[in-house]
Nanobody
Framework: QPQFVESGGGLVQPGGSLRLSCTASGFTVDYYAIAWFRQAPGKEREGVSCISSSGRSTNYADSVKGRFTISRDNGKNTVYLQMNNLKPEDTAVYYC????????????????????WGQGTQVTVSS
């Protein structure tokens, strides 16, 4: 199973920004779509954003469109999630995961299509 280390979370005020990093361990991300998911207390894990293995296609949940940007740096084996204009409802533990099959042209935000999880990184948006 793919393994990941997520980092970059923290406490930020509403309207602030954070950049999360997802670094793969033991494999290269080059041939995988990578997605970010989040889980708030008492809620199910939900897909936030994904980037195809080609890097040419991205997908975002409606709740984060226009505020979050996903990108990948295969040379660093890392995928990033730039989060701007953060809102209290963005508070959650954020996880990344790799597509269970190659998603070259497009990617989905369906959890069952992803495999391998890290420990997550906590994002708290509060004044």
């Amino acid at each position: 199973q793919p393994q990941f280390v997520e980092s970059g979370g923290g406490l930020v005020q509403p309207g602030g920004s954070l950049r999360l990093s997802c670094t793969a361990s033991g494999f290269t991300v080059d041939y995988y779509a990578i997605a970010w998911f989040r889980q708030a207390p008492g809620k199910e894990r939900e897909g936030v954003s994904c980037i195809s293995s080609s890097g040419r296609s991205t997908n975002y949940a409606d709740s984060v469109k226009g505020r979050f940007t996903i990108s990948r740096d295969n040379g660093k084996n890392t995928v990033y999630l730039q989060m701007n204009n953060l809102k209290p409802e963005d508070t959650a533990v954020y996880y990344c995961s790799a597509g269970a099959y190659e998603m070259y042209y497009a990617c989905t935000l369906q959890e069952y299509e992803y495999d391998g999880w890290g420990q997550g990184t906590q994002v708290t948006v509060s004044s």
